[in-house]
């Protein structure tokens, strides 16, 4: 994986003191956050945390209440149309035309851009090509697995060349290998230069692909780092205590060879266990709830 980038990239993405508040409910609280080009960033928490009100502040579908946003270097709240030149957007539920086919659902994106032709039928050809589509360009997007439709969502979201990628939760619902492609694809775009900001609920995905991740919940941002920070933070290892019909009692060791002493020390082992902590058990120790 790559390393977490040095502070002194440029940010694509910089939020200062940011709030979002539905009448008395509060969605986002007093959130900063610098995202320097070039990082995959992972927003983790659990359903109501904040994370799909702040990617719909970040790309100037609802505005903050208090604080600001930049976003490929332009304010979100007075340069909304540089911001979505400079992005490309994932969002759930899926929205594509189901009628019509993988061709004519990019065909209508591009010109809603103004890409002219031929310069639109290069780029569809192109895009198709790399989402591994180009064979059922002909084909009506109801006809699609759920893994095609994803990735044509990509390919759409990327029509435009932008700079910023945001996805809500991409690979929700696919199956491994259908995750795997995407992620394979997240992952090249990200070599040649792009940014990501992904939510998700899986901490595999945020493991596998992301430099930094910050884990919001209760509309605030409660850990940032890499997952390799996290872990030398909050403990590499784990002795977990379980047995049945009680939940199980895990504790934190700075090392996996700690966690064994401490084992051996232990006068019963009953259904004890040491093993590497994972960023699953971290947001388990930092939020007291699991993710899904
Ligand atoms: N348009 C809205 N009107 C009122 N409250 C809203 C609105 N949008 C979000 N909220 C509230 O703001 C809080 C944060 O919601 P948000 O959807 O951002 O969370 P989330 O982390 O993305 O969760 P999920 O994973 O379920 O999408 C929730 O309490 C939600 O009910």
């Not at 010109?111 to 090509?129: A, F, G, K, S």
Request: net charge neutral.
């Amino acid at each position: 994986m790559a390393p977490t980038l040095p502070q002194t990239q440029p940010a694509a993405v910089e939020l200062q003191s940011v709030w979002k508040r539905f009448g008395q409910q509060v969605a986002v609280q007093d959130l900063s956050l610098r995202i320097p080009q070039g990082e995959v960033f992972a927003l983790l928490g659990p359903n109501g945390a904040g994370k799909s009100t702040t990617i719909r502040m970040l790309t100037s579908l609802t505005r903050p209440s208090q604080g600001s946003i930049q976003v490929g270097g332009y304010d979100v709240v007075r340069e909304p149309l540089l911001v979505r030149q400079q992005i490309g957007v994932v969002l759930q539920p899926i929205t594509l035309e189901a009628e019509l086919t993988v061709w004519e659902n990019l065909e209508f994106h591009a010109r809603m851009h103004h890409i002219p032709n031929p310069e639109r039928q290069r780029r569809i050809d192109q895009w198709l090509d790399y989402v591994r589509l180009a064979d059922r360009r002909q084909d009506k997007v109801k006809t699609l697995s759920g893994g095609m439709k994803r990735r044509l969502q990509v390919a759409r979201a990327l029509l435009h060349r932008p700079q910023i990628l945001f996805l809500d939760e991409p690979t929700v619902g696919l199956d491994p290998q259908a995750r795997r492609l995407l992620w394979e694809i997240l992952r090249d775009l990200n070599q040649q230069g792009m940014t990501l900001l992904v939510t998700t609920h899986y901490m595999e995905e945020a493991e596998e692909l992301c430099d930094r991740i910050g884990i919001m919940e209760g509309g605030r941002l409660i850990e940032l780092g890499s997952p390799a920070q996290l872990r030398a933070k909050h403990g590499e290892a784990l002795l977990v205590r379980s047995l049945p019909g009680q939940e199980a009692d895990y504790t934190f060791f700075p090392s996996l060879a700690e966690a064994q002493r401490q084992l051996e020390a232990e006068p019963d082992k009953t259904g004890l266990m040491v093993r590497p902590a994972n960023l699953e058990d971290i947001f388990v120790r930092l939020t007291g709830r699991r993710l899904d």
